[in-house]
């Protein structure tokens, strides 16, 4: 199936304070994962991506971790900021010969207070 | 800029007429993808091409809904006898199909209100 969930919907933090969110996907297949930021009325923003190759990937103060086994993946962000504000993304991509979408899930609304 | 760029950004029609938007994408991208975001939600996926050719779409894409890439550049999206329901963002974006990079890079989106 095509299928992402994404928890939680919404995360209000303290500024220096971590904030993780996790999502679940359906397809033993999948091989690619990307995390994607959306600010208010702009685009979507590739922050990081995984592929099924590697377990955990860190970027600075941004970090995602994959668990083939369980088919769910995390992002962290370590002392987050206000402008770490935004829309989340979760995704998976599946590429067969005729396959090249990607699954999102319904999106983390990140808050950091100040 | 040599982002993927979208026309119009913003669209504002009445019910029953027809629309047309176009996505550019960055010029050396063979894949070119429409999404569309509805408030709350993310992106849900329309169609795709490679190159010229359309190799999937959504069961969410009526038969109202028609997209091309002619020349395996820009595409466009069009939809017939618009409703209220094709209120959304529409998202178009690239990437460069090889092993190992499927990065998906966004427009901005055309934002489509029906009266």
């Known amino acids: 199936g095509e299928n992402v969930e994404q928890h939680p919907s919404t995360l209000s933090v303290q500024e220096g304070d971590s904030a993780v969110i996790k999502c679940t996907y359906s397809?033993?297949?999948?091989?690619?994962f990307p995390w994607y930021k959306q600010e208010l009325g702009k685009r979507p923003q590739l922050i990081i991506d995984?592929?099924?190759?590697?377990g955990e990937k860190k970027d600075q103060r941004i970090a995602v971790t994959l668990n083939k086994t369980a088919k769910h993946f995390s992002l962290h962000i370590t002392e987050t900021q206000p402008e770490d504000s935004a829309v989340y993304f979760c995704?998976?991509?599946?590429?067969?010969?005729?396959?090249?979408?990607?699954?999102f899930g319904q999106g983390t609304t990140l808050q950091v207070k100040p | 800029d040599t982002g993927v760029s979208q026309n119009p950004r913003h669209k504002i029609t009445k019910r029953g007429q027809n629309v047309t938007f176009r996505c550019d994408p960055i010029?050396?991208?063979?894949?070119l993808y429409w999404y569309r975001q509805t408030l709350g939600q993310g992106p849900e996926f329309l169609t795709y091409?490679?190159?010229?050719?359309?190799?999937?779409k959504s069961r969410l894409l009526s038969d109202r809904f028609s997209a091309e890439r002619p020349k395996g550049s820009f595409s466009t999206l069009e939809i017939q006898r618009t409703e209220q329901g094709d209120s959304a963002m529409y998202l178009c974006?690239?990437?460069?199909?090889?092993?190992?990079?499927?990065?998906?890079?966004f427009g901005p989106g055309t934002r489509l209100l029906v009266l």
């Open positions: 397809d033993s297949a999948s091989n690619y």
């Open positions: 995704a998976w991509f599946h590429d067969s010969s005729n396959t090249g979408k990607l699954i």
């Open positions: 995984i592929r099924s190759n590697v």
């Open positions: 974006a690239s990437s460069l199909a090889n092993y190992m990079q499927e990065t998906q890079y």
């Open positions: 010029s050396e991208h063979n894949r």
């Open positions: 091409f490679q190159n010229e050719a359309q190799l999937e």
